[in-house]
């Protein structure tokens, strides 16, 4: 099951909606999103759900910000364009090495 958000603020409230907060295994993150943007999205994601794995994916990639992510702790980073079977083999992956209660 997905649960979409068209930018971070309403990922943000998605996230913590209904029973979101305890079904949520992985998140997916744009980083140039409108309102608020990925960076400021992840730094939340971190701070109230510091074990759910981040993916990033982004159409304009900066090597130096992926590794300032890897050190927060994001666990993929993607740069579109993205083979959907690529996308679905990294949030398995994620939910499988990361997720809290899965491995």
Same mark, same amino acid.
């Given at each position: 099951?997905?649960?979409?958000? +068209?930018?971070?603020?309403?990922?943000?409230? *998605?996230?913590?909606?209904?029973?979101? $907060?305890?079904?949520?295994? =992985? &998140?997916?993150?744009?980083?140039?999103?409108? +309102?608020?943007?990925?960076?400021?999205?992840? *730094?939340?994601?971190?701070?109230?759900? $510091?074990?759910?794995?981040? =993916? &990033?994916?982004?159409?304009?990639?900066?090597?130096?910000?992926?590794?300032?992510?890897?050190?927060?702790?994001?666990?993929?980073?993607?740069?579109?364009?993205?083979?959907?079977?690529?996308?679905?083999?990294?949030?398995?992956?994620?939910?499988?090495?990361?997720?809290?209660?899965?491995?």
């Amino acid at each position: 099951e997905v649960v979409e958000a +068209e930018n971070g603020a309403k990922g943000m409230q *998605a996230l913590l909606s209904g029973d979101n $907060p305890s079904t949520v295994t =992985v &998140i997916v993150c744009d980083i140039h999103m409108p +309102e608020v943007n990925g960076s400021d999205a992840i *730094a939340y994601f971190r701070s109230h759900f $510091p074990a759910l794995p981040i =993916v &990033i994916i982004t159409g304009h990639p900066d090597y130096r910000f992926a590794a300032q992510m890897f050190r927060q702790g994001v666990v993929d980073y993607l740069v579109k364009p993205i083979q959907p079977h690529i996308l679905l083999d990294v949030v398995r992956q994620a939910v499988s090495r990361y997720a809290p209660g899965t491995g």
